[in-house]
């Protein structure tokens, strides 16, 4: 749950300058902290000879884990191959914060802007399809700490209280349980000096575990028999007589279908590439928090909280009392490159350190244990899209746009009954059947967003005003709203 839209009310420290917490952040290691929390499970072999499937799907993050799952759960007799590059789990869907959130439209604002007329039925199906993964989660046995917990939407400004009232009203009217806080009730919930009200929303988030979500829904999948092969690249994805191949270094899939599930990576499907752009977020943990500081910050119900600038934190409690802190500075590098070595950063894990202490003074002194970063398929719309090619063979999705923990099921399913001619209430959807505008190429990409950047922190500096810049957006379908 983030966005490459920035900024809040803080000034970017520069590198060259020391930070005031830098020392809580010596013993972070660069990696993610879900990875560390419990042993991933052994690793499927690599595909190593040609095969042949009913369906074959690319990427073993969750929207094809819950595609390879539905899809047998449909129809038990369908084989079903998933081939992955790393192992399920190892890319956004095990290095986010662990927010299942029932929005589609990433949050109801954005969707009120995009599909005003669609949004009671989209918020209907989103709650539905929460409680589906709840449902899961029990029927499949998978132990990754799911608490339907809620969240917290906090305001740190003045002028975004006005905000969260106009989500409470529209919130509660599209059927959502909702409680509009001020700032007593909100540090009552969870004490921090800088709030100023929330919004509450208790049963339409859940938190969670997410690589133990991902590494449960793989063994759900070969439990009802879908072949998994990791350390497999697809490197070409063709169309062929009656369906399509899949190259990968050692041997071919032949299927009558496929997914493509590939997040933010670089599509295959060259029709994607300007739909989606690769964003990176960041994130720290700290260590287990004593039972004195944990008194200190009250947080009983373990809610998820996210702040309600233009570009926000999003923090929780971990199953051990943890606190994991993420978002605000998410960036968009020029050109759009996926690598590893960009999950790291340490500009932002000094800004983000200095925020955390900002935002809990009463915890000075801990230390963060973990600093790691993720990619993010990004769109124009800040929500999925899904489509067909190849003659109706080939299905995606993609544009989660770092709210697809919850999206990613839903998004899966309605792209399995465009490919099989199944028409149901989410297939319907306009969301479901309308893509994002394109994104312009470079170097206008990189531009737009920069100014876009530029034009956020000016609004929230400003008491929320927009722009020209932001306004035009706005107007070409273009704005975000947190």
Known sequence: MTSFLPARRHIRTPSTTKTPHLDALKDAAPRPFWFDNQPAPEPCSALTADTTADLVIIGGGYTGLWAALQAKENDPTLDVVLIEADTCGSAASGRNGGFCASSLTHGILNGIDRFEKEMPELEKQGLENLDEIEAAVKKYGIDCDFQRSGELDVATEPWQLDELARSAMLAEALGHDVALLDAAETRAEVNSPTYLGALYMPRSVAMLDPARLAWGLREACLELGVRIYEWTKALELDEVRNGIEVRTPYGKVRAARGILATNGFPPLLKRLKNYIVP?????????????????????????????????????????????????????????????????????????????????????????FTHRWGGVIDTCSRFCPFVGTAMGGRLGYALGFTGLGVGATRFAAGALLDQLYGRYTDRSRLHLMNSKPLPLPPEPFRWIGIQLTRWSLNRADANSGRRNLWLRTLDRCGLGFDS
């Open 279 to 367: 964003v990176y977020d960041y994130v720290l943990v700290t260590e287990p928090l004593t039972q004195a500081q944990l008194d200190s910050i009250g947080w009983k119900a373990r809610q998820g909280v996210g702040d309600s600038a233009n570009q926000f934190h999003y923090y929780r409690l971990t199953e051990d009392n943890r606190i994991l802190w993420g978002g605000y500075d998410a960036i968009y590098y020029y050109g759009g490159p996926v690598r590893s070595e960009l999950t790291l950063r340490a500009d932002t894990y000094a800004v983000l350190a200095d925020h955390f202490f900002e935002t809990f003074p009463q915890l000075a002194g801990i230390k």
